[in-house]
């Protein structure tokens, strides 16, 4: 008899990607909008005590990590807490690792090595492949990401780098980019406010790889960064714009798009209702806190 397939996680179409953990409150406002999940980035601690809050307060919801920093979370300890969340909330919660940049770890060293002994880890305390992802955009971790993952979490990437996960990874495998939108119309300030927020990554060699590989060329990486770069970061203006930017990852062969608003806070909830009706998903009354 053989082992089953594994099954692929199911977020929806489109979740929801931020830095801080939101107020339970606000992920019950997500979830009624038709949003599937939401994505904590900032390299949340191995307790991930923010996670059950939001669970608690919503049906339907998944959260995700995106991601855990490997280097700073232990295995050991996560597991912990991935163990803690599946019994109280079976099947909401999915574990996004990442090794992070190299720039900003002192103890950094190969990452595949890095992540093959932090995976061997996972798999010692009982943490299933299909319920983790890794933070992928090189070849390399792409394949490992549906090798011994559920699949990849692409962080500042573009369709085209979807088609090409999915050409590597498979089709069995789950693919989650993120990707950046911004409610302003005007194509120059829009342009204005998505060059300060991309100015931060141009000291990361990762991203600065993956763009090259993707056909970015010292121009588009210099100061200023080029309207082309922002243009294919950035999804903005009118709600169907941004949706249809949106959607072209699915179109590529994405299975779910977590979404980062740009903006200030209180931009999050009326920027998800107001693309939520052009990307096709069916939510109820919101009243916006």
Do not use: C
């Not at 939108?181 to 194509?187: E, I, S």
């Not at 699915?250 to 693309?275: F, M, N, S, W």
């Amino acid at each position: 008899m053989t082992d089953p397939v594994p099954v692929k996680p199911d977020l929806g179409r489109f979740g929801v990607w931020v830095r801080e953990p939101m107020l339970p409150e606000q992920a019950l406002e997500v979830e009624r909008l038709g949003y599937g999940a939401v994505w904590v980035g900032g390299s949340p601690a191995a307790g991930l005590s923010f996670v059950e809050p939001i669970l608690a307060k919503t049906s339907t919801l998944q959260v995700a990590t995106g991601v855990v920093t490997t280097w700073i979370a232990a295995p050991e300890e996560i597991a912990e807490s991935f163990h803690r969340i599946e019994e109280a909330y079976p099947g909401r919660f999915l574990l996004g690792i990442g090794v992070g940049h190299p720039e900003a770890l002192a103890q950094y060293r190969n990452p595949i090595d890095a992540l093959n002994a932090y995976l061997d880890k996972l798999d010692e305390y009982g943490v299933p492949s299909n319920r983790r992802v890794i933070a992928a955009l090189g070849p390399r971790v792409l394949r490992l990401s549906a090798e011994r993952g559920a699949g990849a979490h692409p962080y500042l990437t573009t369709p085209e780098h979807s088609a090409r996960a999915r050409a590597l990874m498979g089709p069995g495998a789950f693919l989650a980019p993120e990707h950046k939108a911004l409610p302003v119309v005007d194509a120059a300030q829009a342009r204005d406010i998505g060059r300060q927020n991309l100015e931060m990554y141009l000291g990361l060699q990762n991203y600065l790889n993956n763009w090259k590989r993707l056909g970015f060329t010292e121009d588009d990486l210099g100061s200023p960064i080029s309207d082309r770069l922002v243009d294919a970061m950035i999804a903005y203006g009118t709600s169907d714009v941004i949706a249809t930017r949106l959607s072209e990852h699915l179109d590529a062969g994405a299975d779910h798009v977590p979404i980062r608003v740009l903006g200030a806070p209180e931009q999050l909830l009326p920027t998800l209702a107001a693309v939520a009706g052009p990307l096709g998903l069916g939510h109820s009354h919101v009243e916006v806190l």
